[in-house]
């Protein structure tokens, strides 16, 4: 599992509160990313972060917001929660070296906003 | 930016036969495609991942093949098993690993091993 770790690993929450998702890992990677996974969609890339203060959005990142202040930590948070952001989201870390370089990803957070 | 479509969303065989999933790539700068497979409440895991100077790549029971000019890569699992059965994901990359800005993931195929 490459030391990752997802916090809380179940949400419920309303519409219009804010909700922040905590990625950890243990093995000082410099990459880390959030997915989100829906149905008929596969994964898409919300934000990434290529170190400590350094993150740049993805595919879908309206609505969400990100901070990197250590390495381990990788929080994405979503400022007023709206029904269309229930879904399953995923971290994932860059590990290996050279060519066996690959992503690595979480067990997953399960959001309901209800 | 990259576009990656898979097929078939359903793949249903009996337990002993052999499964192909393709997927098809849309930029032409993608060099690296792993396949992962998700199983019900947890993470992708990683099975396999070639790189475009390779055209095929094989462990045990699973193999992938490479075809930059048509821009497709397929998984193929030989000698199926109950264990096989699972959410498969194709994606890819312009750096190994999946570079800076995160992969592209096809929308997955769901296989079912019929005992």
């Known amino acids: 599992d490459a030391g990752i770790t997802q916090s809380p690993r179940h949400k419920v929450t309303e519409t219009g509160t804010p909700v922040t998702l905590r990625c950890h890992q243990t093995?000082?990677?410099?990459?880390m990313y959030w997915y989100r996974q829906d149905p008929g969609h596969g994964l898409r890339l919300i934000h990434y972060s290529y170190g400590v203060k350094d993150t740049d959005k993805g595919e879908v990142s309206d609505g969400y917001s990100v901070s990197r202040s250590k390495t381990e930590d990788f929080l994405l948070t979503l400022e007023s929660a709206t029904s269309s952001q229930t879904s399953v989201y995923f971290c994932a870390i860059r590990g290996g070296t050279g060519s066996q370089e690959t992503q690595y990803f979480g067990p997953g957070t399960r959001l309901l906003v209800l | 930016g990259e576009n990656v479509e898979q097929h078939p969303s359903t793949l249903s065989v009996q337990e002993g036969d052999s499964a192909v999933i393709k997927c098809t790539y849309s930029d032409s700068a993608s060099n690296y495609f792993p396949w992962y497979k998700q199983e019900l409440g947890k993470g992708p895991q990683l099975i396999i991942d070639?790189?475009?100077?390779?055209g095929e790549k094989k462990d045990q029971r699973i193999a992938v093949t490479l075809n930059k000019t048509a821009k497709h890569f397929s998984l193929h699992i030989t000698e199926t098993q109950p264990e096989d059965s699972a959410v498969y994901f194709c994606a890819a990359s312009p750096q190994l690993g999946g570079g800076a800005d995160g992969l592209t993931f096809g929308k997955g195929t769901h296989l079912i091993i019929q005992p």
């Open positions: 093995e000082n990677h410099r990459y």
């Open positions: 070639i790189r475009s100077n390779v």
